[in-house]
């Protein structure tokens, strides 16, 4: 059994803070999350985020500069920190994850984060 669990969405005004978490627990293979996606309404689901198994991150243009990435290993645990949120901001948000060792992914449920006055 793969579980990969979201939290940390939620509503919030322009200009505030969120961070979301995405936590891998799986007691048959491991699995590590390494990327963060949105899909907004009417949009395509676009890669926001990535971190790679080494520390290395990437981010789209969009969010650099407001967002971070980063993981804890110990924990299997993927973050997503998002400051000076924008409503263009608004959207579902996805954890992916890749199975150690293959090329395998696998998907969070989905967080809704909006952004609103």
């Known amino acids: 059994q793969v579980q990969l669990v979201e939290s940390g969405g939620g509503l919030v005004q322009p200009g505030e803070s969120l961070v979301l978490s995405c936590a891998a627990d799986t007691s048959f293979f491991s699995i590590y999350p390494k990327s963060w996606y949105r899909q907004a309404p009417g949009k395509q689901r676009e890669l926001v985020a990535t971190?790679?198994?080494?520390?290395?991150?990437n981010y789209t243009d969009s969010v650099k500069g407001r967002f971070t990435i980063f993981r804890d290993n110990a924990k299997n645990t993927m973050y997503l920190q998002m400051n000076n949120l924008k409503p263009e901001d608004t959207a579902v948000y996805y954890c992916?994850?890749?199975?150690?060792?293959?090329?395998?992914?696998?998907w969070g449920q989905g967080t809704q984060v909006t952004v609103s006055l």
């Open positions: 971190i790679t198994f080494g520390g290395d991150t």
């Open positions: 992916n994850a890749a199975r150690v060792g293959r090329d395998e992914y696998y």
